[in-house]
């Protein structure tokens, strides 16, 4: 038992209706928070380790991409490769968000994601270089199915302007509520947001905590 407890919970997690594995029960129910919950909603994003032989990446071009942090191609199914620098490490990390994610991870298994973003990355280096052979191993994570998880960023819904910061409000100075999705500073979506919020459910706490201990 505690006096207060602030819930950092994700926001899929959140707006988990049925006893799913990872879904939390409140006694009594979050009713303020339930139209909040449904202005807001959990974007998909696709991100898959890519470990290759060699930074093949850097030595073609004429070095061109030798220090650059990503590799974009805007219409690719999987658009965003992010590399290491300015460590020079044989690892790309794909990305892609939003609709495109939400395509490719539906249906697909990691091995047809792979192949997505090494097909995606292969138009950078023509005929000479073939990039599904570079490629030594790979990590895949499915947040969207990952029950504590559900979701990669939350973003809000036409209508809920205010959503954020109505979750964000404590519940009776007892329940108080942090995590991205609660960030009202433009930082949703980001750790510096998370841990923004953080600190502000933080104060609250300490706030409510210094009224009742003065008596005020
Ligand atoms: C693939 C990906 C890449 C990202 N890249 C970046 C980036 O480059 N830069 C950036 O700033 N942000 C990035 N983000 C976003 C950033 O990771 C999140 O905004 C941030 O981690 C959110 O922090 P949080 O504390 O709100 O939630 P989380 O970090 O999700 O923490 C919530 C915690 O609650 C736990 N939990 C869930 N259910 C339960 C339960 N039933 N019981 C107990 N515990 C539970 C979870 O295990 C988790 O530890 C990325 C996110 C993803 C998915």
Do not use: M
Request: aromatic content about 8%; proline content about 6%; hydrophobic content about 45%.
């Amino acid at each position: 038992h505690g006096a207060r407890a602030i819930v950092t919970l994700p926001l899929g997690v959140l707006q988990q209706t049925s006893p799913t594995l990872g879904a939390v029960r409140f006694t009594p129910e979050l009713e303020a928070k339930h139209a909040a919950l449904q202005r807001l909603a959990s974007g998909p994003v696709v991100k898959v380790l890519l470990r290759f032989a060699s930074c093949f990446w850097e030595d073609v071009h004429a070095g061109r991409y030798r220090e650059v942090s990503f590799l974009h191609l805007p219409d690719a199914e999987v658009p965003t490769f992010w590399t290491q620098a300015p460590a020079h490490v044989p690892l790309l990390v794909a990305w892609a968000g939003g609709a495109r994610a939400r395509h490719l991870a539906s249906n697909a298994t990691p091995a047809d994601i792979v192949r997505a973003a090494t097909a995606s990355l292969q138009p950078l280096f023509g005929k000479g270089l073939e990039v599904a052979r570079q490629l030594e191993g790979y990590h895949y994570h499915d947040w969207q199915q990952d029950p504590y998880a559900c979701g990669a960023y939350s973003y809000v819904t036409v209508g809920g302007d205010d959503a954020r910061e109505t979750l964000a409000r404590p519940l009776d100075a007892t329940l108080h509520f942090a995590g991205e999705a609660t960030d009202t500073a433009g930082e949703a979506g980001t750790v510096e947001g998370a841990l923004r919020s953080g600190i502000r459910a933080a104060r609250e706490v300490l706030g409510t905590w210094t009224r009742i201990r003065s008596g005020v």
